[in-house]
């Protein structure tokens, strides 16, 4: 579809009124379950160790989480294709109850990190599925607003997961939070059969990309290794190899017939492979959230808990930015959005930098918290419409499935890498705490800006082939 054939968008009182509001919400929390999990944790793990011990694998558990995430994304596309639309969210959500009733009942640490690793197995594919099903389940004028209620999930996840993790740590319930994660899957599980339309599944079953598979997991645990390794020097040689096994699965993908990303991405001209890195590019830059309730206790002389909510600042902006920003229709108007994201985004950690001070007065700190909204309002503002450009990019139903569900792909890597990139640049800051947040900070600001170029480059390419022809 090009530019000039963006259809008007629909209205949110359309996406949640009777006709699709059970697709909207069964796909909505099915993103938010996996988002809210990923920080949910985080908060519950000094009180889960306090309880029964582990503390040497502590990282491990957003370790392993975010890898099994990133391979089940990879594996939506053919779930689909096998089971159709309910078939495959009762398999996500089944996958993240068990792994979540697994978590609550762990003993030991080491049973604990097998539960993280089957509920990210059911939030990659839940978070994948939720991408995809848009395409299948709403109509073509909702993509928008079907996408931006997804992928605000994300920002709403980031925001609540600390707060509710938090809140049941108080009151040293940290089992009884998994098991609240389970009811929720289960409630959405008993849901999904009466709000979603069934799909269609494909009468062959698709060979798994078994080589593309093995080389993005070894990517990811490489670059989540990077992020637990002491010293700058370990981090750098971690995040390389990563790049390195990326590059090598792009180069298998392009020569290989059975692939992970849609054909079309590989072909010559397509905007594909450009609106994935500029997802990727908006993707990267929420990992500054990690650091920056540090940077609210030590520069700021924030409470934990304040400075918890502070870092949310970034989620906060984005979610609340894209339910506007997904009502812009006009080609022109769409076009400035994904050009003006990644320069919002840019700019946002450029100023926070420049804003950073040892002992910052209380003034200073409020007006870092609107500086981080900016930011997080790059991403709301593109986003969506990225998304949609993705979905848009072919018009074969098989290969605009899969190019779909590998947003969340990119999206679940991009983050890893970011997450793991935050640690190197804070790194080099050694002892000095406000080195470290402009080292990063000001280090974000200019890959970040790298959104632009590819953003650029993905409205100057020709629009896909039509279905049918070869890249289609």
């Known amino acids: 579809m090009s530019a000039a054939e963006v259809p008007a968008s629909a209205s949110w009182r359309e996406l949640l009124g009777p006709a699709h509001a059970g697709v909207a919400i069964v796909l909505a929390v099915g993103v938010l379950v996996g988002a809210v999990n990923i920080y949910l944790a985080s908060s519950l793990l000094p009180t889960v160790v306090a309880d029964i011990g582990g503390d040497g694998f502590y990282a491990w558990n957003m370790t392993i989480y975010l890898v099994a995430m990133v391979i089940a994304t990879m594996l939506v596309s053919r779930l689909l294709a096998r089971w159709g639309n309910v078939g495959a969210y009762l398999l996500g959500f089944g996958v993240f109850l068990v792994g979540s009733l697994v978590c609550a009942v762990s003993p030991v640490m080491p049973v604990l990190l097998a539960g993280r690793g089957v509920q990210g197995l059911g939030a990659g594919l839940l978070s994948g599925l939720g991408f995809a099903a848009v395409r299948s389940a709403l109509p073509r004028r909702l993509w928008t607003r079907g996408n931006a209620l997804m992928s ?37 599980g008993v849901l999904v059969p009466r709000a979603l339309p069934q799909g269609e599944r494909g009468g062959v079953r698709a060979p798994v990309p078994v080589v593309s598979l093995l080389l993005v997991t070894a990517a990811t645990a490489a670059v989540s290794v990077a992020g637990v390794l002491p010293g700058a020097a370990a981090m750098t040689a971690a995040i390389a190899v990563a790049l390195l096994l990326v590059t090598v699965f792009v180069v298998h993908e392009r020569r290989s017939e059975l692939r992970v990303f ?43 808990a304040v400075a918890g909510f502070f870092g949310a600042a970034i989620s906060l902006g984005w979610s609340a930015t894209q339910l506007v920003s997904s009502s812009a229709v006009k080609a022109r108007t769409v076009g400035r959005l994904r050009l003006l994201g990644p320069l919002l985004l840019a ?48 018009q074969d139903p098989e290969e605009g499935g899969r190019a779909a569900a590998a947003i969340a792909t990119v999206t679940s890597l991009s983050i890893a890498f970011g997450t793991a990139v935050a640690g190197v640049l804070v790194n080099l800051g050694g002892r000095s705490m406000l080195d470290s947040a402009r080292y990063m900070l000001f280090g974000f600001a200019i890959i ?9 480059a993905a409205s100057r390419t020709s629009s896909p082939a039509p279905a049918g022809q070869p890249g289609s």
């Open 347 to 394: 700019l946002g950690f450029l100023i926070q930098g420049l804003l950073q001070r040892q002992d910052a007065p209380l003034w200073l700190v409020l007006v870092w918290v609107p500086v981080l909204f900016v930011a997080g309002a790059g991403i709301g503002l593109a986003y969506p419409h990225l998304s949609v450009a993705v979905m848009s990019s072919t």
């Open 262 to 304: 849609p054909r079309t991405t590989y072909r010559p001209g397509s905007p594909l492979k450009w609106l994935y890195l500029t997802l990727a590019l908006l993707a990267f830059g929420v990992a500054v959230e990690s650091f920056l309730p540090l940077f609210g206790q030590r520069l700021g002389g924030l409470a934990p």
């Open 448 to 456: 970040c800006a790298l959104g632009a170029v590819t953003a650029r």
């Open 152 to 188: 605000a999930m994300y920002g709403v996840g980031n925001f609540v997961g600390p707060a509710v993790g938090g809140l049941f740590a108080q009151f040293g319930g940290w089992r009884p939070a998994f098991v609240t994660m389970a009811v929720i899957a289960a409630v959405c």
